[in-house]
């Protein structure tokens, strides 16, 4: 069966500093893509990034950016310049590239982020 | 552009009712996915619907079952309510396999 694993329950981090949120997952798969969803009080998961697996290169999306470790089964999300708005769940998921669909997506229990000022 | 809208926002049952969910999918999109959200858990995939079929479904008992209508718009009904089935409930849509799913505010169910 195909998981995803987010070991840090809760996370905090200073205004203007970096944190890094861990995921791991399992699967025999090949070809899948990995996201990182941010979930807000309001309640709408928004996607935060996106990586295919057979891209080696690190997807970056402004102050996010992955680290993605294929063989490792890693793909954890590094947010810069951490700023007040980024407060909230974050929940990492993955589906296969086949037989999958973006709308059918397995995530992990996610990481609460909390900002200081 | 509207993106996905849910209604309602929240409602409460009592156990051994039946409830109806609604979701418009974003201007464009042709396939919609539900997911059921426990506090403090990560969503998981209820069943997805494409050409008014159902295409994939997770793990959830047959007391769930859904719809989707030819203007692409959903319905998610739950039958004899369960208190477990207390949950937010999120519709996804996205145009076909493999592009961005975007996600509706969720419709925050309780059962009594």
């Known amino acids: 069966a195909q998981t995803v694993t987010q070991s840090q329950p809760e996370m905090s981090v200073q205004e203007a500093e970096t944190v890094t949120l861990s995921c791991t997952y399992d699967?025999?798969?090949?070809?899948?893509?990995l996201f990182w969803y941010k979930q807000p009080p309001s309640r709408q998961m928004i996607l935060v990034i996106r990586?295919?697996?057979?891209?080696?290169q690190n997807a970056t999306e402004n102050r996010f950016s992955v680290n993605f470790q294929k063989a490792a089964k890693s793909f954890s999300l590094k947010i810069s310049d951490s700023q007040l708005g980024d407060a909230a769940m974050y929940f990492c998921?993955?589906?296969?590239?086949?037989?999958?669909?973006?709308?059918?997506?397995?995530f992990g229990k996610g990481t609460k982020l909390s900002v200081k000022p | 552009d509207a993106g996905v809208t849910q209604s309602p926002t929240h409602l409460i049952k009592t156990r051994g009712q039946q409830v109806t969910l609604r979701c418009s999918p974003k201007?464009?999109?042709?396939?919609v996915s539900w997911y059921q959200q426990a506090l403090g858990q990560g969503p998981q995939f209820i069943f997805q619907y494409y050409e008014e079929e159902e295409r994939q479904r997770g793990n959830f008992p047959d007391r769930f079952s859904g719809h989707q209508f030819p203007n692409y718009s959903s319905e998610l009904n739950v039958n004899a309510l369960l208190l477990g089935d207390s949950a937010l409930y999120l519709c996804?849509?996205?145009?076909?396999?493999?592009?961005?799913?975007?996600f509706g505010q969720g419709t925050r169910l309780t059962v009594v």
């Open positions: 998921a993955y589906v296969p590239t086949y037989g999958g669909s973006q709308g059918n997506l397995i």
């Open positions: 996804a849509s996205n145009l076909r396999a493999n592009t961005e799913a975007f």
């Open positions: 201007s464009g999109h042709d396939t």
């Open positions: 990586q295919e697996a057979y891209k080696q």
């Open positions: 699967t025999s798969e090949s070809d899948y893509y």
